[in-house]
């Protein structure tokens, strides 16, 4: 098992509705990461959250340390949010530990 | 500010052909990540470096794989001989001091083996 899980792995949605992407994990962990990968490669950290929520733009993570889970929500989802969503957890090591990765496709 | 820069960006070989690929962090970033990310999967952590020092190569196959910093600002990577199973994108990444801070991803180099 995973010690980071992504659900969903593919997500399709029409413009504008509001999307929910979770990420479980099952270390001790310090920090939690959201990232965006955009075909081509690159990627973007989006947020990084210990505890609580955060918000930029249309953008907003939580993060759950009791239970051990964090949700990313898009708001009014537009076709440039096509992307490859990561979720990525700091353990003890101070290592990264990466999810598989939800791809995200929104059509006009 | 400029961000991570990699090249190449794209590099097709033969398998038991030898590959190196250069990583330029972002200025004044002390810690330098190498990731390996093959398709369907996340970025999986080849190697970490503190400056010029090694943090962590615990996932780096060192039969073929090795990393340099020298002066603790550009590094290579290099894959002597490759496999097939190298086929993958790699991500080379820094931050200020570590992953407490927030890491800056370059572009990638996309390898394939054939």
């Known amino acids: 098992k995973n010690e980071v899980e992504q659900s969903p792995q593919n997500l399709t949605a029409q413009e504008g509705e509001f999307i929910t992407i979770n990420c479980s994990y099952s270390?001790?962990?310090?920090?939690l990461h959201w990232l965006q990968q955009h075909p081509g490669g690159g990627i973007v950290s989006l947020f990084m959250?210990?505890?609580g929520k955060k918000k930029h733009g249309r953008l907003i993570a939580t993060i759950n340390i009791q239970e051990k889970h964090s949700s990313l929500h898009i708001t009014a989802s537009h076709p440039r949010d096509s992307a490859v969503y990561i979720c990525?957890?700091?353990?003890?090591?101070?290592?990264?530990?990466f999810g598989t990765g939800t791809r995200l496709q929104v059509f006009p | 500010e400029a961000g991570v820069a990699q090249s190449p960006r794209y590099k097709i070989i033969e398998k038991r052909q030898s590959v190196a690929f250069w990583c330029n962090p972002i200025?004044?970033?002390?810690?330098l990540y190498w990731y390996q990310q093959i398709l369907g999967q996340g970025p999986k952590l080849l190697i970490q470096f503190q400056n010029n020092g090694v943090v962590d190569d615990s996932q780096l196959p060192k039969d073929r794989f090795s990393a340099e910093r020298l002066k603790g600002v550009d590094s290579t990577l290099k894959i002597q001989p490759a496999k097939l199973e190298d086929s993958a994108v790699y991500l080379c990444?820094?931050?200020?001091?570590?992953?407490?801070?927030?890491?800056?991803f370059g572009p990638g180099t996309r390898l394939t083996v054939t």
């Open positions: 990525a957890v700091e353990g003890n090591t101070d290592k990264l530990i």
């Open positions: 959250l210990s505890s």
């Open positions: 200025s004044g970033h002390a810690t």
């Open positions: 270390v001790g962990i310090s920090a």
């Open positions: 990444a820094s931050s200020w001091a570590g992953s407490s801070y927030e890491q800056y």
